[in-house]
């Protein structure tokens, strides 16, 4: 891990474009600074300008020479997620790299279009993004996405189908929901892959360590407190998906899964290339109303 990490942090990344989900707090904050750092451009696709505007700021007064801009995104909310990509799309920017990071943790809610809040921010809001924005990444001389998804995956017995319908009324969505989220990113990064073989784009899904952000702000205080003094900083978290998205040496494998910067087996269901068709293939009519 520290010859290539060291590779990563030397490296130059000018003339190269990131855009990245929830950029504004904990991992991805970290991550767009790390690639704003050494010469990346970056777009902070996030729901609030406000809370926003700190991370720029301090990119900005850090890097002079950055360039970083802001996107309105509500990846929960597909209305959002399709302005969002029309816009970028017609601003006719480049993105060499699309990281899916923007993610939540118990909640009890539904999303604007009617479905769970959890699987609406960390799985449908996101397929639906990298749909649209694919076409973009395909321009890119070796462009990818990553999926930060969670080694939490592992917990998973089976999908239950019903949690991709919309509902009437929110249920209570703790940690057994968090992680068919996390499996549905990796099985994404997994079928994106094999629908992109002979294409440039290559995929990847990572479990970034377990990093004390602001994920855990659902569980008590004390409980918060304890945990993250056994956790990764935010910066330590990033580097996961900073190897995924700039790593030289990965360039031509795709569809993997990394535990922070190592390749690693992902659960045997993430492994089911069936279910991985079936997901996208419910995901799409979930996510196009089809
Ligand atoms: N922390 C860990 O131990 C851990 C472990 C494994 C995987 N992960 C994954 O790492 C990713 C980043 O999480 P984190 O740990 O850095 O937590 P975090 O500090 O809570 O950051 C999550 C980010 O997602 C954004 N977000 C949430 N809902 C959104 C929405 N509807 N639209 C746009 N942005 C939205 C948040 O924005 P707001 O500030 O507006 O809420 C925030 O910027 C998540 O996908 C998480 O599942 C984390």
Redesign the pocket.
């Known amino acids: 891990m520290g010859v290539t990490l060291t590779r990563v942090n030397s490296m130059d990344l000018q003339g190269r474009s990131f855009f990245v989900?929830?950029?504004?707090?904990?991992?991805?904050?970290?991550l767009v600074e790390a690639l704003a750092a050494r010469g990346g451009r970056v777009v902070l696709?996030?729901?609030?300008e406000e809370?926003t505007r700190p991370v720029l700021s301090a990119i900005q007064s850090r890097y002079p020479a950055a360039r970083a801009q802001w996107v309105s995104?509500?990846?929960?909310?597909l209305g959002?997620v399709r302005r969002a990509a029309q816009a970028f799309l017609a601003s006719g920017q480049p993105i060499d790299v699309l990281v899916?990071?923007?993610?939540?943790?118990g909640t009890r809610a539904l999303?604007k279009d009617g479905f769970d809040?959890t699987y609406?921010?960390?799985h449908i809001?996101p397929f639906l993004l990298t749909t649209l924005l694919l076409p973009r990444v395909r321009e890119a001389p070796q462009g990818r996405v990553v999926n930060?998804?969670?080694?939490?995956h592992m917990m998973v017995k089976r999908i239950d189908w019903s949690v991709l319908e919309r509902r009437l009324t929110p249920q209570r969505s703790g940690l057994t929901d968090?992680a068919v989220?996390?499996l549905m990113?990796v099985l994404h990064a997994k079928e994106l892959a094999r629908r992109l073989t002979g294409t440039r784009v290559t995929t990847y899904a990572l479990?970034?360590?377990?990093?004390?952000?602001?994920?855990?702000?659902s569980l008590p205080r004390p409980l918060q407190w304890f945990g993250k003094l056994f956790?990764?900083s935010?910066e330590q978290?990033a580097e996961s998906p900073l190897y995924c998205a700039t790593a030289p040496e990965l360039a031509a494998t795709t569809g993997r899964y990394y535990d922070r910067t190592r390749e690693a087996r992902p659960s045997p269901l993430a492994e089911d290339a069936a279910l991985a068709e079936e997901l996208w293939t419910r995901t799409e009519a979930a996510a196009t109303g089809n």
């Open positions: 989900t929830g950029a504004n707090s904990g991992i991805g904050r970290a696709a996030t729901r609030s809370r995104l509500d990846v929960s909310d959002s899916n990071n923007a993610g939540i943790a999303s809040l609406a921010t960390n809001g930060v998804a969670s080694g939490a968090y989220t996390k990113n479990h970034p360590g377990a990093v004390a952000s602001n994920i855990w702000r956790m990764l935010n978290g």
